[in-house]
């Protein structure tokens, strides 16, 4: 099994592997990242290879999160053997986020500065479909992959455009184009759309009123100028959130 069928295996059971290059955190699981590993030689010290191999071994008992190899080979080389005990002392789990954008990490809510300022930072990662937080910190770029029931991002403004698809202005202070894939509504009639580089985005009231507006008599579609984007129903799952 090569290197990137065992990181597709380990990503089914949401577990990513993490490499500080050059102040930021690569992760193994996007193939450009897995590209400048390669070309830097870091996946082919002996050591990483052996904690990767055990990682994999050890895939079914180890929890979803954000696990770091450097510092786990570095200790193999150190003590010249691999404890499994020590997995979990480099670990970091995902940040959740709940059906009502409710965010907390290790079931503590996040809430005031911290919370805006992991929302300026939030960014999606089409590849992999994961929302993450990344920010400048302590010299070095801190970086953290979201677990969401919902789609943390927020539509906050809509803007229609002639000819064009409307731009959404979004919680992270930027703005993407919504695309035609579809609009989505639940049972709490919340309104989703899909975005260009932001992955889903869950309107607030005001664009989500603007847009359902342009339904049509059947209700099956919105009219945005000759564009029909068809609308769907969605409905969640009950879950017991932190």
């Not at 184009?177 to 260009?196: N, P």
Request: charged share 25%; with cysteine.
């Amino acid at each position: 099994m090569d290197i990137r069928e065992t990181i597709d295996i380990l990503r089914q059971h949401d577990i990513f592997l993490f490499f500080l290059q050059e102040e930021r955190f690569l992760d193994l699981a996007i193939a450009s990242h897995r590209d400048t590993l390669a070309v830097n030689g870091m996946l082919d010290d002996s050591a990483v290879q052996h904690v990767i191999h055990q990682l994999f071994q050890f895939k079914d008992q180890l929890p979803g999160g954000m696990y770091f190899p450097i510092p786990m080979a570095r200790e193999l080389r150190h003590s010249g053997a691999f404890d499994p005990q020590k997995i979990m002392s480099w670990y970091y789990e995902f940040i959740f986020v709940d059906r009502n954008q409710q965010w907390s990490l290790k079931n503590q809510r996040i809430e005031g500065k911290v919370f805006e300022q992991f929302v300026s930072n939030l960014n999606y990662e089409p590849e992999i479909g994961r929302y993450y937080v990344e920010y400048y910190v302590e010299s070095r770029w801190d970086k953290c992959y979201l677990q969401c029931e919902r789609t943390p991002m927020r539509g906050l403004q809509i803007q229609f455009l002639k000819n064009e698809l409307p731009l959404i202005a979004l919680n992270n202070g930027r703005q993407d184009t919504m695309l035609r894939d579809g609009v989505w509504l639940d049972a709490d009639e919340s309104c989703l759309v899909q975005t260009t580089s932001h992955g889903e985005i869950l309107l607030a009231d005001m664009p989500r009123f603007l847009l359902l507006d342009r339904l049509n008599e059947e209700g099956t579609h919105l009219v945005i100028d000759s564009v029909m984007i068809p609308v769907l129903f969605r409905d969640y799952p009950e879950t017991n959130t932190p």
